[in-house]
């Protein structure tokens, strides 16, 4: 689940920048535990602790961004690049007829680190607007389940 500590020395000597007071860097540092279901060198994706169905994932680059306007020009097509791939196994996954994909710049954006919600979606699931209740999973046993059908979506040579 953590990342090893040798990954946190990589970050640091690239120079990338970190926010050690921010809940997602600790995600990406190895200090706070997630449950990964893609990373490459810009960008993690994980399982949201609470989320609005099974399968909702977040998307973030590795360095500390507040919102997509912070976002670098260059990191653009490779964070865009992992939202689509990350959507794709999200659906196949999760066998869901769709997804959601959103993100909030500043106003109800709950950690100031910019992050990309795909949440799995089905016809007449009930949902409209976009006040959506959030439930955590029943149990850890449940949260790998949803984790290893969303890794195993992404083609070998994506992980």
């Known amino acids: 689940m953590c990342r090893p500590r040798g990954q946190v020395r990589a970050l640091h000597d690239r120079n ?22 893609f990373e490459d060198d810009n960008c993690v994706a994980f ?4 989320p ?4 909702h994932c977040l998307l973030i680059p590795k360095e500390h961004y507040e919102t997509l ?3 670098p020009e260059e990191l653009i097509e490779p964070f865009f690049s992992n939202a689509q791939k990350l959507a ?8 869901a007829h769709g997804t959601f994909v959103a993100m909030n710049n500043r106003v109800s954006q709950s950690v100031p680190h910019l992050h990309l919600h795909v949440v799995p979606r089905r ?9 959506w209740p959030r439930y955590p999973y029943q149990s850890e046993a449940e949260a790998e389940l ?14």
């Open 52 to 55: 609005v169905f099974p399968g």
């Open 88 to 95: 794709r196994a999200v659906e196949q996954g999760m066998e």
């Open 16 to 37: 990338q920048m970190i926010d050690t007071s921010c809940l997602f860097c600790k995600i990406v540092l190895g200090e706070i535990a997630a449950r990964v279901v």
């Open 123 to 131: 016809r007449k699931a009930g949902l409209r607007g976009f006040f």
């Open 47 to 50: 399982l949201d602790h609470r």
């Open 146 to 159: 949803v984790q290893k059908a969303i890794q195993a979506a992404f083609a070998p040579d994506e992980e």
């Open 69 to 71: 306007t912070d976002l």
